[in-house]
């Protein structure tokens, strides 16, 4: 119970709020949170003006506490599943153009077969959704990555191989003949490989125009704004006119399911997989895998 506090108080940066999320009067939770503190015998909390904020040792145990919480929830779930098959929840992460038909069409055939399953789906970028998965926020995530490296405490599944693509205006070309285009790219984060991919190529692109949106990304692409990098899932979903592209020779990112914890998995967390897994032999064009 004071564990659950103290991650209510370090995800909303409140008492107030932790209170409102948790249903309690906000003397209860001052009321754990002081417990807790001399039960481990250090501040986890200091005064901030009106409010308060987490001293480093909060921090550090907030960390810890919103893992324990997340498993406590997963087992939970687990040991529902268990006692009725035909029920469960599984809590799942995925990236934009994976969730818009991998998941999608894996979420639908678990309606219809096993209607009793809750699915919960969030859209992330990998790290966070590794994040999540490791913290017991989440029960399943579906990741990319551009090499054969994947974190050891996980179990990794490889789905398949997404080749990216460059979107110009004119079909046929490479990296090299847009060396002085301007160029459109996602966040920091999100950018790092199409730069690897430019300077491998001999430059650096100049990146004019930011977004992690595909449709916008082509919009800007047909418009003459410049030039992009869609791995070719995006493009299943969505195609603006006046846009061509060109697979890239040796740049692919390869796409995984990702689960933490030792075998079994929770019967609905399998079902779900196991319906990803029949989403992705049916996808057109055929993954690569």
Same mark, same amino acid.
Request: one cysteine or more; glycine letters at 8%.
């Given at each position: 119970?004071?564990?659950? &506090?103290?991650?209510?108080?370090? #995800?909303?940066?409140? &008492?107030?709020? %932790?209170?409102?999320?948790?249903?309690?009067?906000?003397?209860? &939770?001052?009321?754990?949170?002081?417990?807790?503190? +001399?039960?481990?015998?250090? *501040?986890?909390?200091?005064?901030?003006?009106?409010?308060?904020?987490?001293?480093?040792?909060?921090?550090?145990?907030?960390?810890?506490?919103?893992?324990?919480?997340?498993?406590?929830?997963?087992?939970?779930?687990?040991?529902?599943?268990?006692?009725?098959?035909?029920?469960?929840?599984?809590?799942?992460?995925?990236?934009?153009? !994976?969730?818009?038909?991998?998941?999608?069409? +894996?979420?639908?055939?678990?309606?219809?077969?096993?209607? $009793?399953?809750?699915?919960?789906?969030?859209?992330?970028?990998?790290?966070?959704?590794?994040?999540?998965?490791?913290?017991? !926020?989440?029960?399943?995530?579906?990741? /990319?990555?551009?090499?054969?490296?994947? *974190?050891?405490?996980?179990?990794?599944?490889?789905?398949?191989?997404?080749?990216?693509?460059?979107?110009?205006?004119?079909? $046929?070309?490479?990296?090299?003949?847009?060396?002085?285009? @301007?160029? =459109?790219?996602?966040?920091?984060?999100?950018?790092?490989?199409?730069?690897?991919?430019?300077?491998?190529?001999?430059?650096?692109?100049? =990146?004019?125009?930011?977004?992690?949106?595909? &449709?916008?990304?082509? +919009?800007? !692409?047909?418009?003459?704004?410049?030039?992009?990098?869609? @791995?070719?899932? %995006?493009?299943?979903?969505?195609?603006?006119?006046? =846009?061509?592209?060109?697979?890239?020779?040796? /740049?692919? #990112? #390869?796409?995984?399911?990702?689960?933490? $914890?030792?075998?079994?998995?929770? *019967?609905?967390?399998?079902?779900?997989?196991?319906?990803? $897994?029949?989403?992705?032999?049916?996808?057109?064009? *055929?993954?690569?895998?």
């Amino acid at each position: 119970m004071r564990l659950h &506090v103290l991650a209510a108080v370090a #995800r909303t940066g409140s &008492v107030t709020k %932790a209170a409102s999320d948790l249903g309690y009067a906000q003397s209860s &939770v001052s009321h754990h949170l002081s417990r807790l503190e +001399a039960q481990v015998g250090v *501040p986890l909390t200091q005064r901030a003006g009106r409010g308060i904020r987490l001293t480093p040792a909060g921090e550090r145990l907030a960390q810890r506490a919103a893992e324990i919480v997340g498993r406590v929830e997963s087992a939970e779930s687990e040991l529902a599943a268990i006692a009725d098959l035909r029920t469960g929840k599984v809590r799942v992460a995925g990236f934009q153009s !994976v969730l818009s038909t991998v998941v999608t069409d +894996a979420a639908a055939h678990l309606q219809e077969s096993a209607p $009793g399953i809750e699915l919960s789906l969030a859209d992330l970028h990998p790290d966070i959704a590794l994040q999540q998965l490791r913290e017991g !926020v989440i029960d399943v995530a579906l990741v /990319f990555r551009y090499d054969d490296t994947v *974190p050891e405490d996980m179990r990794f599944t490889h789905l398949f191989d997404d080749p990216m693509h460059l979107i110009s205006r004119q079909a $046929g070309q490479t990296l090299v003949d847009h060396a002085d285009s @301007p160029w =459109i790219a996602g966040c920091d984060r999100c950018r790092r490989e199409v730069v690897s991919a430019c300077e491998s190529a001999g430059f650096t692109p100049r =990146i004019m125009y930011t977004s992690d949106d595909p &449709v916008v990304e082509q +919009a800007m !692409v047909a418009a003459g704004l410049g030039v992009t990098t869609l @791995p070719g899932l %995006a493009l299943t979903t969505h195609r603006a006119a006046g =846009i061509e592209s060109t697979e890239l020779k040796d /740049f692919r #990112r #390869r796409v995984y399911v990702a689960r933490y $914890g030792e075998l079994p998995d929770a *019967p609905a967390t399998a079902a779900f997989v196991q319906a990803v $897994g029949r989403a992705v032999s049916l996808l057109d064009p *055929p993954a690569t895998g």
